[in-house]
């Protein structure tokens, strides 16, 4: 999304191919491939790909802070032939920090990456992680969600029962509420919870159908996921 969002992204990766696994502290894995044009990911690693481990949880959130002053990269534990992404994931790391930061400069490509699918996976992550979040988005029952921002930016959340699950795009199931912005500045401010919702409401710059109280619900947990995100 970041590529995809923000035009300054593309001009500092460059063209050439490169990948990495990045390894948490329990061994987790996510990939980070980059084919000269695309950026891509996957919750595994990859053979060959450079291997960067974080020390702990702290250290992988430091990494991508853009409030810390100095910071220890992850260590090189693998891949060596693929040494050259260190200074690209240098950049595009530094670069999404920049932007994800509330800040009338990045406003637009944080907005649109919020609303493309980055909240509704935090949601579901959140619900299938943290136990008071999970019960009280599960109180519901089975639900999917939809945020409408745009044409190009739509993601939805669901519970199918088991567990939460989200995605990009159109909501492959009917949904039990949709939330459409009329403009990014509405989106924006609702992602940050200063939205005037009555008067959005009122001004048709907000349109909410379905199980209202699921939205308030959403509201609760939006909020913290924005204060994960800083």
């Known amino acids: 999304d970041l590529m995809a969002f923000d035009s300054s992204t593309r001009e500092l990766l460059g063209t050439r191919m490169w990948h990495v696994n990045l390894q948490g502290t329990q061994n987790q894995f996510a990939c980070i491939s980059f084919n000269g044009d695309v950026v891509k990911t996957q919750l595994a690693p990859s053979q060959g790909a450079l291997n960067l481990r974080f020390l702990s949880d702290r250290h992988l959130v430091d990494v991508f802070s853009a409030t810390k002053a100095s910071k220890l990269p992850p260590m090189p534990t693998g891949g060596w032939r693929q040494v050259r992404a260190i ?6 790391s530094r670069r999404l920090s920049q ?10 490509v944080r907005t649109k990456i919020l609303f493309n699918g980055l909240l509704t996976r935090a949601l579901a992550l959140l619900g299938n992680h943290q136990p008071s979040a999970g019960r009280m988005m599960s109180r519901y029952g089975e639900f999917y969600f939809s945020f409408v921002l745009a044409a190009d930016v739509q993601s939805w959340l669901g519970f199918d029962g088991r567990q939460f699950v989200a995605g990009q795009g159109h909501c492959p199931q009917p949904t039990t509420l ?3 912005f009329s403009d990014l500045e509405t989106a924006g401010l609702a992602a940050s919870g200063k939205l005037d919702q009555l008067a959005a409401i009122g001004s ?8 209202t109280p699921l939205g308030d619900t959403l509201d609760i947990l939006l909020d913290r996921i924005d204060q994960y995100l800083r």
Request: aromatic share 8%.
């Open 99 to 108: 932007v994800m930061v509330p800040h009338a400069e990045y406003e637009v």
């Open 178 to 180: 949709t939330i459409e």
């Open 87 to 92: 200074p690209a994931f240098s950049r595009l």
């Open 204 to 211: 048709g710059r907000l349109r909410v159908t379905g199980l």
